[in-house]
Structure formats: structure tokens, C-alpha cells
């Protein structure tokens, strides 16, 4: 860092006007990111398809979600959350449970609504998945694509399941901390950053170039950063699991189911590999796991779908051994 560059850093860092906006306009910015996507999910306000296009869908999305709300001995008017259809492949959420701020939405895929490979929507579904087929329809499936849409049939179980994941992430308020962890992380490094440098050089007799405190701030800025994305990485793993244990808590049924919902999905990533080329080889492994990327500990990936695979088949054993379901406890 030249001399320039570095006194007119230390300027900027140092005038509170400056730094006051600037830190309001990046805590505003992560904070609307990290919440709008619990205020409007995903697909939600595509042109009110949900509940016009869809709308024989939507009565059967809500009937599977309050069959899922039953199996969880959740009080109909404890939870409010509705169902509507979404285009993703996956189930999806939004809402804040711990405001009153009215109803959470849990979203459900059209796909599950399909009845076989060759249903229009699932071949809508495959158009939107394979990059190779644009927005055209198929007028017939190779091999790879016929994998890659019996891979995104779900019993209903696996359905259940992974409602029933959506529902548990929502009731004990996982979003709050989601959203609130990374903008309060910005406030520290705002804090480290204008007061590491006093801290460490007010007390020397030595003179203290421009340089030295630049640098110093940027380091407790990175600092900051790296501490963020490992608190967030683990605790997004930390959401994944507990939902997955919670969900297949609930009965043997819900076990299964998750052990089907994961297999397929890695299945859809086996699909995808090949269907992708040497990009998919770059996004997925051969069992069909997302890969962690070049930074491990950064990702939110994890854990990947084989040790879920993993560790909702003990459970299940665990379960069929001991002859009872490890559900609520009040016996639901």
C-alpha cells in the first residue's frame, strides 16, 4: 500500500461522518439480505401463480402440511404457517415465528404433485434444471435425464419429511439467529477496526506510520470476516442437523423418508454431473454431493447429503431396536 493510498485510508477511517454511513449502509445492506429471504420466500410472488394457476395444488399442499403439523402435535392455532406451491426443487421457508408478524410460509414444490417422468411439470422441472434444454420441453429423455427425474419422485414420506424439516427450522426461530449473527458481526469489525489501532499504539514512544494503522485496521476487519463465516458455517451445519434429527424423530416413518429424500437428491446431483459436463464435475462429486468448495470451514453446504444418508440410518436403527418411536415428549 503506497503512502498515498494509505493516508487517504486512514482519512476516510478516522472522520466519523465517513465511517458512521459507512458502517449504516453495510449493517442495512447484510441485514435486509440476511431477512428479506425470511420476509418473502422463494418464488412466493411470482405473478400470485401460487394461488391462481395452482390453486387445486395449493388445497393439496395444505393438505400435506397440516398433515405434517398433526404428526408434530402442533396446536392448529399455536403455528401459523401456510402452504403454497413453489417452482424450486426443494421444500422452502420464510417467516419469523418469534414476531408476530403474521403467517410463516413453507413452500411446496410442484413437483411433488407430478405423477410420473412424462408429467408436464416435470418436464417444465427438468427445462429449468438442465441448462442444456433452455426453456424448451423435452419430446423425449435420454438415459441421464430419465435418472435425473426419477430422482425428483418422492414417496410421501420423503415429502413429509422434508416439510416436517421446514416446520421445525420455522417453530424454534433458526431464521432470528440466521439473520441477526452476520450484521452483528459487522458492528465488531466496525469496532475493531477504529479501536485496535489505538489500543496497541497509544502507549508507544515510537512513531507510528500511516501504514502501520491502515494495515492493522484492515487485518482486524478480515478478522472480523473469517470469525462471521466460521459462526455461520457452523451454524448453519448445527440447523441441519438438529432439523434432520427433530424431523426424523417424529416417527420411523419420518426416518425413512429422509433417508429416501437425501438419497435422491443425491442422485439429482449424479444426474446433474453428467448432464453438466465438466461443470458438474466441478460442482458435484460421484455420489452426487455438492462439493465444499476451496475453503471447507467456509461452506453451508455441509453436512453433505452421504453423512445425513449416514446418520438418519442410525437413527432408524436406533429406533427399530428399541421399539418406539423418539418422538415428542408427550407422546406424540
Not at 426419477?150 to 439473520?179: C, D, G, Q, V
Not at 453451508?300 to 415428542?328: K, M, W
Request: aromatic share 12%; proline share 4%.
Amino acid at each position: 500500500m503506497s503512502q498515498g493510498i494509505a493516508h487517504k485510508f486512514v482519512k476516510i477511517l478516522y472522520k466519523r461522518s465517513y465511517r458512521r454511513v459507512a458502517v449504516g449502509v453495510i449493517f442495512t445492506g447484510v441485514l435486509m439480505k440476511k431477512t428479506l429471504k425470511h420476509v418473502l420466500p422463494e418464488d412466493f410472488f411470482l405473478p400470485f401463480y401460487a394461488y391462481d394457476v395452482h390453486r387445486p395444488k395449493v388445497i393439496e399442499a395444505m393438505k400435506i402440511l397440516n398433515r405434517c403439523k398433526r404428526d408434530m402435535g402442533i396446536e392448529p392455532n399455536s403455528f401459523k404457517v401456510t402452504a403454497f406451491v413453489s417452482k424450486t426443487s426443494d421444500v422452502c421457508s420464510a417467516g419469523f415465528s418469534a414476531f408476530d408478524m403474521g403467517q410463516s410460509h413453507v413452500g411446496i414444490p410442484a413437483l411433488y404433485f407430478c405423477n410420473g417422468v412424462e408429467d408436464e411439470e416435470m418436464k417444465h422441472a427438468l427445462s429449468r434444471l438442465n441448462p442444456r434444454a433452455k426453456s424448451e420441453l423435452y419430446e423425449s429423455l435420454d438415459p441421464n435425464e430419465i435418472k435425473l427425474a426419477e430422482s425428483l419422485l418422492l414417496s410421501t414420506e420423503a415429502k413429509k419429511f422434508a416439510i416436517a424439516r421446514h416446520l421445525y427450522y420455522l417453530r424454534t426461530n433458526w431464521a432470528l439467529y440466521e439473520a441477526i449473527v452476520p450484521p452483528v458481526y459487522v458492528i465488531l469489525g466496525y469496532v475493531l477496526m477504529f479501536r485496535l489501532p489505538r489500543i496497541l499504539f497509544q502507549f508507544g514512544n515510537q512513531s507510528v506510520s500511516v501504514q502501520k494503522i491502515a494495515g492493522v485496521a484492515l487485518l482486524a476487519a478480515g478478522f472480523a470476516y473469517i470469525i462471521c463465516k466460521l459462526t455461520t458455517s457452523a451454524m448453519m451445519r448445527k440447523i441441519s442437523v438438529l432439523a434432520d434429527k427433530e424431523a426424523a424423530s417424529i416417527s420411523p416413518e419420518y426416518a425413512r423418508g429422509g433417508v429416501e429424500l437425501y438419497s435422491k437428491l443425491s442422485q439429482t446431483g449424479s444426474a446433474l454431473r453428467v448432464l453438466f459436463g465438466k461443470r458438474g464435475e466441478r460442482i458435484y462429486t460421484d455420489e452426487g454431493n455438492i462439493k465444499d468448495g476451496f475453503f471447507p470451514f467456509f461452506s453451508t453446504v455441509a453436512p453433505n447429503f452421504s453423512e445425513r444418508i449416514r446418520y438418519l440410518q442410525d437413527h432408524l436403527e436406533l429406533t427399530s431396536d428399541s421399539g418406539c418411536s423418539l418422538g415428542y415428549a408427550d407422546g406424540r
